[in-house]
């Protein structure tokens, strides 16, 4: 039994009319004869009363005929989902972010990206950089939003955002006041940043400004998030260094003030595998380029 002799059964039993069958479907009527035969055979019962008043369908092709209908419909809706999943119109991606990202790029990428394709589901996993990059290299993200320069070799990247890093103090601290501050002016303050183990490079680099500045931090606390961060100064515990789009947070109780000597921007950067067969992924990066710095898009070999 195939999909063809289906059709031809569907359409006669439409028309009752074997003239009229084979002209809808496009065939002389001999072959039309010939589809309905292998059919019955296949089924092994007649579908079909054939006598000079016409054409009638028996008992049996009565029975059969919603099944045969039904299954052209699958047929049918399956031909339109792998369509539209190869051309990036339905489908599923798996994205990674880290919590900072949530203020600075991916709320408009998302609702551009929704808004074009309604049908294509987004599932999104907060994670730390350093997580996302397992996941991704062991293909169980499709792309993820990043904070770090150590990228796998096999993947591309787009640089999202680029933001500088602020000083963020209780909002009753002397310093609060200040337009622009030195960042010596933070030594001998009790300091929270975020654990190296989840972002290596931004740890790293704030540590590099402390001492440039000529002195050591005493890390006060070591916590996961930027957002959690922000909470501790929040409730008078300590100054941190944080990226600006923190601002947007809105918590109650901190101020955020620029620095004298800036370090190197907080960048934000869109990572997947390179070459990675999937039009859901194009339609996805090209929302996220959309949006993105005006840069080009980086290979790492």
């Not at 028996?58 to 031909?79: D, K, S, V, W």
Request: hydrophobic share 50%.
């Amino acid at each position: 039994m195939e999909f063809r002799h289906l059709r031809c059964f569907t359409v006669l039993a439409e028309e009752l009319h074997f003239g009229r069958a084979a002209q809808r479907l496009a065939m002389t009527q001999p072959p039309l004869s010939m589809n309905i035969q292998q059919l019955e055979a296949s089924v092994g019962a007649r579908l079909f009363e054939r006598n000079s008043r016409g054409v009638a369908l028996t008992a049996a092709g009565l029975a059969f005929l919603p099944r045969a209908q039904a299954l052209l419909e699958q047929a049918a809706l399956a031909a339109r989902e792998a369509r539209d999943v190869g051309q990036g119109l339905a489908g599923q991606l798996q994205i990674g972010f880290a919590g900072t990202v949530l203020y600075r790029g991916l709320p408009q990428v998302l609702r551009d990206f929704a808004a074009a394709h309604p049908r294509l589901r987004l599932a999104l996993r907060e994670l730390s950089s350093s997580e996302q990059l397992v996941e991704l290299v062991h293909d169980r993200l499709d792309l993820g939003f990043v904070h770090t320069t150590r990228v796998p070799a096999g993947f591309s990247q787009i640089l999202v955002s680029s933001q500088p890093f602020v000083a963020c103090l209780p909002s009753p601290h002397p310093l609060a006041q200040e337009a622009v501050l030195p960042l010596e002016r933070l030594k001998g303050k009790a300091f929270a940043i975020v654990m190296r183990a989840v972002s290596p490079d931004y740890h790293d680099r704030i540590l590099a400004a402390c001492a440039d500045s000529g002195f050591e931090p005493a890390l006060a606390f070591e916590l996961r998030h930027w957002l959690s961060v922000v909470s501790v100064i929040a409730q008078g515990l300590g100054v941190a260094l944080v990226p600006a789009a923190l601002q947007q947070a809105g918590l109650p109780g901190v101020a955020f003030v620029s620095l004298a000597q800036p370090l190197a921007p907080y960048d934000t950067h869109c990572l997947w595998r390179t070459g990675r067969d999937q039009s859901a992924l194009g339609a996805f990066l090209a929302a996220v380029r959309s949006t993105a710095s005006p840069v080009h898009d980086v290979v790492h070999h």
